[in-house]
């Protein structure tokens, strides 16, 4: 099963020529997550020629400008297609306002249901059957998000060669025996699924973090992810003005990054104070502690394989 991430933006407070806002959006299999849908998100959408307009939900971080303003145009241009199941919209207190509002006012004609669910940290929000998506609480200059989705653990290799030494015929009981259950044959032994099925797997998980300073819990919310976005706004030096509007520096980002253990840490919403060319010094600051660092950039598109 795919899983990948396409960046539609990586800049805060504003777009810029060739540099979207902050939106992320996740695939995976037939399901596409939106997060963060900043003034914009839709060209970033069109470029990379997704078909997009059954986005099964939206996470919300914050009800900060650059980080919701493109919600109008994805749900106008939603109804372009026939859908049956709903939208779901997903983000902190003042989220069911903001959508209510504008639909209000801007008469949109939606022809299908939206469904708007307002969530806090640390909660389960989403429990399919094979992954779930959690929230942490951010700090930031308002209640603010983060967002995981994790897969469950998959079941481990199934060896062949010992189920044929153990006098199991090709077949029907392999299938048992994949699927956890124990055989019986026919000279009356008994082989369990342990016996020739190697151990549980782990899933994949992303997170996402945008905006906040280095909030409690917040590696251990991303431990482990194999694609950890996160707010890298400003260069080390500028430590002192990241703490006052309460964002992260990249050296912070990565100390979390680090501290998580996660695999790949994708730096996010940059300041526009630099150009793609000055992102490298945030880059070196971030590898400096966690080499698995990289600068996400528009349109990016990059593969969650699994381990093995
Ligand atoms: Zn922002
Ligand atoms: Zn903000």
Request: proline share 5%; with cysteine.
């Amino acid at each position: 099963m795919n899983l990948e991430v396409f960046v539609l933006g990586t800049g805060g407070m504003m777009p810029l020529p060739g540099r979207g806002l902050t939106s992320v959006l996740l695939r995976r299999e037939g399901d596409l997550f939106l997060f963060d849908c900043g003034e914009g998100t839709q060209i970033g959408l069109r470029r990379l020629n997704l078909r997009w307009k059954k986005i099964t939900s939206i996470f919300i971080s914050h009800t900060h400008a650059d980080h919701v303003t493109g919600l109008p145009g994805i749900l106008m241009l939603s109804s372009q297609v026939d859908r049956n199941e709903p939208l779901y919209i997903y983000g902190p207190p003042k989220i069911r306002e903001f959508v209510d509002a504008m639909r209000r006012t801007l008469d949109m004609y939606i022809n299908y249901e939206i469904v708007v669910r307002e969530v806090e940290g640390g909660a389960t929000i989403v429990q399919a059957e094979d992954y779930a998506i959690r929230t942490h609480t951010l700090v930031h200059t308002k209640p603010c998000i983060a967002y995981s989705l994790e897969e469950n653990m998959r079941p481990g290799i199934f060896f062949p060669d010992k189920a044929a030494e153990l006098g199991v015929p090709r077949g029907p009981l392999w299938s048992q025996l994949q699927s956890g259950e124990s055989v019986n044959l026919p000279d009356g032994s008994v082989v369990r699924s342990e016996q020739v099925m190697g151990g549980e797997r782990k899933g994949r998980k992303f997170c996402f973090a945008t905006d906040t300073i280095a909030a409690p819990g917040l590696a251990d919310f991303a431990r482990s992810s194999d694609i950890f976005i996160c707010e890298g706004m400003f260069s080390d030096e500028l430590a002192e003005t990241a703490a006052e509007k309460k964002h992260l520096t990249a050296g912070q980002a990565a100390r979390v990054a680090r501290d998580a253990e996660v695999k790949q840490m994708g730096l996010i919403h940059y300041s526009p104070r630099y150009s793609d060319r000055e992102l490298k010094k945030l880059l070196g600051e971030a590898r400096e502690i966690f080499p698995g660092t990289f600068l996400t950039r528009d349109l990016q598109h990059i593969e969650m394989p699994f381990e093995e």
